[in-house]
């Protein structure tokens, strides 16, 4: 159960913050994206299936990659400062998803 689950954490200097990585977690139903507050007690976590993805974006800046999800619905979440090697990685990982909703 657990070895289908693809876990992307963004760069400790490219996210801007090193306490609050972004992290996506690529599942077999879900894709979630964490961050954490800037408490230590508060997450921020979203969960969307993986048949609602429409459209995934990657934008380059000066920090790193930072990787737009959208979805049916009009929810979507951004993850900022993943190495170009990552957001690729993402990518490929929904490629298959967003060919059978499309």
Do not use: C, W
């Amino acid at each position: 159960m657990y070895s289908d689950l693809h876990v992307f954490r963004s760069g400790i200097l490219r996210s801007g913050n090193p306490f609050s990585r972004d992290v996506f977690v690529i599942g077999p139903v879900y894709i979630t994206f964490k961050k954490k507050g800037l408490f230590l007690n508060s997450d921020k976590t979203i969960s969307i299936p993986l048949s609602n993805i429409t459209n995934v974006n990657i934008h380059k800046s000066f920090t790193g990659n930072n990787i737009h999800i959208e979805s049916k619905f009009q929810r979507s979440f951004t993850g900022h400062g993943f190495s170009d090697k990552m957001a690729i990685e993402i990518k490929k990982a929904l490629e298959p998803v967003l060919k059978k909703t499309r």
